[in-house]
């Protein structure tokens, strides 16, 4: 166990389906991020929060909705997804101080996607 | 020219062999530097993390760093079938978000 727990573990959805993917981190740490993992290729970060605001997100597309409501948590809202977006989504945490990580980023177990 | 350039793979290699995977980087203001260990189908592990050059041992792993080389490499003494899995390189540099290696997709065959 890291320390970051996802939930659910396995998700199937049709593309009109809304769902959320649930992320929680007990290490007291103060940045969370979503990645997307998709088969055979390298992590994707998507979405980044520092302190609950949301500092970065790359050009992903608007049927990701993420949600902080404190540093604990964090959560990501599919709606509308197309079988390309079938893939292991990964949350991480880290802690960062003043000059960089006063502790490194762990990830929770993910969660596999499989949109039909 | 890519942050972390690491290869792919796959390596091959048989149970007891010392395996050696390496990452090449072009920024020098990375500051830390891990290793992670992704089974199919699960999150990343963290395996190491170091900060200046040099060595540094846990088990049958060793993580060394070379800052003027800009070269970091994880050692696996000893390789057992269960190390199988994609090891994956990261470096990060001030509050920023961790740059990962593709990850090198290792087997080790019994």
């Known amino acids: 166990e890291t320390g970051v727990t996802q939930t659910p573990r396995h998700l199937v959805m049709g593309m009109t389906n809304k769902k959320s993917l649930k992320c929680e981190q007990h290490l007291g740490h103060n940045a969370m991020y979503w990645y997307k993992q998709s088969a055979k290729k390298p992590l994707e970060l998507m979405f980044v929060y520092n302190f609950k605001e949301q500092t970065e997100n790359n050009s992903v597309p608007s049927r990701f909705s993420p949600e902080c409501p404190n540093s604990s948590h964090l959560f990501l809202h599919l709606h509308t997804l197309q079988p390309e977006d079938s893939a292991l989504y990964l949350c991480a945490s880290i802690q960062y101080s003043g000059g960089g990580p006063r502790e490194t980023q762990y990830f929770g177990p993910g969660t596999r996607l499989l949109v039909l | 020219q890519k942050e972390v350039e690491q290869d792919p793979g796959p390596l091959s290699v048989p149970e007891g062999a010392i395996v050696s995977l390496n990452c090449t980087y072009s920024n020098s203001a990375f500051q830390y530097f891990m290793w992670y260990r992704q089974y199919s189908r699960k999150g990343p592990e963290l395996l190491m993390y170091?900060?200046?050059?040099g060595n540094k041992e846990d088990g049958r792993f060793t993580a060394q760093v070379d800052k003027s080389s800009k070269y970091i490499s994880l050692f696996i003494r000893d390789s057992q079938p269960s190390d199988s899995a994609t090891y994956l390189c990261?470096?990060?540099?001030?509050?920023?978000?961790?740059?990962f290696g593709k990850g090198t997709r290792l087997s080790v065959i019994a």
């Open positions: 170091t900060y200046s050059s």
């Open positions: 990261a470096m990060i540099k001030g509050n920023t978000p961790l740059v």
